[in-house]
């Protein structure tokens, strides 16, 4: 089994600063990329941003400049700094990880989600 641990939304003013971070633990043979998905009320869930295992890294353009997207490889972690935040970025934040079996079987695991709400 793999869990997928996400950690600090909460709610932030316009203008501020969140960081949020993801855990992966269990078996996994093989890690593709890890990345940053949201969904706001009434809308699709939406990449926000990836990095592959080779560093790639990949936005969406509402979030260029103002989010930034790390990982640890070692740990099996990403995080996402979010600065400068609009009430547009408000939404549950979910993180994914793009995974290969053995077989070379491709699998996607998501976390629980994080609330992150940008209100005055």
């Known amino acids: 089994q793999v869990q997928l641990v996400e950690s600090g939304g909460g709610l932030v003013q316009p203008g501020g600063s969140l960081r949020l971070s993801c855990a992966a633990s269990g078996s996994i043979f093989s890690i593709n990329a890890m990345g940053w998905f949201r969904q706001a009320p009434g809308k699709q869930r939406e990449l926000v941003g990836r990095?592959?295992?080779?560093?790639?890294?990949n936005y969406t353009d509402s979030v260029k400049g103002r989010f930034t997207i790390s990982r640890d490889n070692a740990k099996n972690t990403v995080d996402l700094q979010m600065n400068s935040l609009k009430p547009e970025d408000t939404a549950v934040y979910y993180c994914g990880l793009e995974a290969r079996s053995r077989s070379n079987y491709p699998l996607f695991y998501w976390g629980q989600g994080t609330q992150v709400t940008v209100s005055s």
């Open positions: 990095i592959t295992d080779d560093g790639r890294i």
